[in-house]
């Protein structure tokens, strides 16, 4: 019991960082460009967070936190909005390949965090941000009630931010009319188009709110999962393909994202939790074949989604592909 | 009525697309472009850490040419860099998102380093050279074959699965390194005393073999997609799968072939990385080339002496980026800016390559 209880405490922050990538991902591919940008766009956010409190935290007198805590997400969600103008303007204005635009976006994201990086680290190889305590505040009363308290509301007001705004995307996409031309330029472009909707408008918006989004992911890794750690490592980036990975496993529904990104979680601490929890050893070699399971179990999804051929459950049509009115 | 719409709707500038371009303007776009690039670098050098940005470019310029083991080094790196880019050029051609490059080369090095491994010192050496190579390329055809034969079934969104396959590759070996350091912190050079599966010394280089296949390969390939009916094929599929049908191509069968030969060539490298370079297999030994030779592969439009062009302008940002590290205490990291910048400015250069922009005027267009 206490292992699935550690196991859940580990896996439901985990699962929150690529919740962010995720959804911000889903917003960006809804309105058809894939983004393989999102490991840069999560460094670029986690590192303005860090960074700006960091900064805030050393040279104010007197830091207040709440304060903060604002002043990270505020800075995270500009620093990945960047990061998504520049491929938004490179792919839909100059109608560069997304593929490949998003990918030196990921070499640009990552070398922007690590190279300043280097620079707060000053020599060491860690440092830390105190703000974090802030982030990891727990629910007061309610977390202390027993297993259930601690497994539900034991973690910091990101976690069910993410909740909170994964059903809010759902709401968005599928009840109003601005969700409804978003999802139809995904589809088809020209289509929309005819239909009056301004596609460059909705794809730069759509595509610079879900860098922003999925940016609160890195800033949820650094300043709460990794306790307010900037350490120069390749972590972030991983998550950032995981986090791709987990909107197809969505099949690019938001509400989706809360459990299949808990699932991932779980699956990611499996290597730790599950040999204790069956009372079994596993050998060193073993640990790295069971974190393979994510994204066996993501192609697994891929592949019966593409057999199946459900229609709702389909990437949109036009993802990957850009869009020019005069070559209808 | 009419005219008062076209006075309404005429927008200030408009973008045709061009029928082609000659190739003095395209040079010259893509000069511009490298230029104007190199000039935002150079202001992000100077606000950033205040140093002259001609000087630091000078000592970048170092990096690859102030000795010849430097260069010799850098063409090492450019070797690898630029098989994977001639690995990706016919999958790319056909609009085959092929990202796995990574997992294919990983694959290709683990069934090398496995063979040397396991049968280094059993085999005579050149059945252990064959049995090597033979041994990587299946591994790779195996990690390309898998998304090609999803997507000529059933349409199975390859980007999203090779790039899932990297991290399924990446976990092999990381397995497979555990087993074989059994106790020790590293796995350390593979066959260290008897160097079974080592390539041969050539000119004082082990890589020297790996810079002949790549020239070989490199003409190769432009000959296979230029002038071989399966180039043909491979064009016709990546413009139009449709027509391709009605041409009366066998579209499955050519993604499949096309992905077999595409990873078998990644996973070539991997062989050539493990006989002729590291000597050993890490989760690293790809190094995200895979990645990058993408980017090679796409900007040079499949012509592989272009690719060879694109290879070593990153390999150069790449080494110089380690010379500036050293000479004025930044990090390494810079480089990754300093190409980012390049790479998206080369990127949005193809736009005023592919487009024109007409202003408004009174007269009909004007060329």
Redesign the interface.
Known sequence: MDTLVAWILRAIPFGTIIMYGAMGEIITEKSGNLNLGVPGIMYLGGFAGFASAYIYENTAANPNMALCVVLALVCTFLASMAGGLIYSFLTISLRANQNVTGLALTTFGMGVANFFGVYILNGSTATQSLVYKTFQTKIPVLSRMGVIGQTVFGYGFMVYAAIALAIALHIFLNRTRTGLNLRAIGENPATADADGISVTRYKYLATCLGAGISGLGGLYYVLDYNQGIWATTGQIEALGWLAVALVIFTTWKPLGAIWGSYLFGMLYWLYQFLPTLLGVSVPGYMTDLIQMVPYVVTIIVLVVTSLRKKRENQPPASLGLAYFREER | MSENRKALHEPLIR???RDGISFRKKALIRAASIVLALVADALFIYFVTGLNPLSVYAVMFNGTFSTTMRFMWAMRDLASLLLIGIALAPAFKMRF?N?GAEGQVLMGALATAAVMVYYGGKLPNWLLYAVMLIASLFAGALWGFIPAW?KAH????E???T??????AI??V???V??WRGQASGLGKLNMKSKAGWFPQIGGHRFMINLIVVVVLMFAMYAYLRYSKHGYEIAVVGESENTARYAGINVGKVIVRTMIISGALCGLTGFLIVGGRDQTISTNTAGGDG??A??VA??SKFNTFYMALISFLLIFLRKGAAEIASAYN??D?????I???I??FI??S??FI??RILRRSGTKEVR
């Open positions: 973008i045709v697309k998102w990202v999803f059933f349409s199975t969104n980007t999203l699965f790039l899932m396959m990297n991290y399924v976990q092999i990381a397995c497979c555990n087993i990645f990058t993408i980017i796409w900007l930044l990090n990291f810079a480089s990754d800016i190409a980012g910048v790479l998206f990127l949005g193809e736009f592919n487009y």
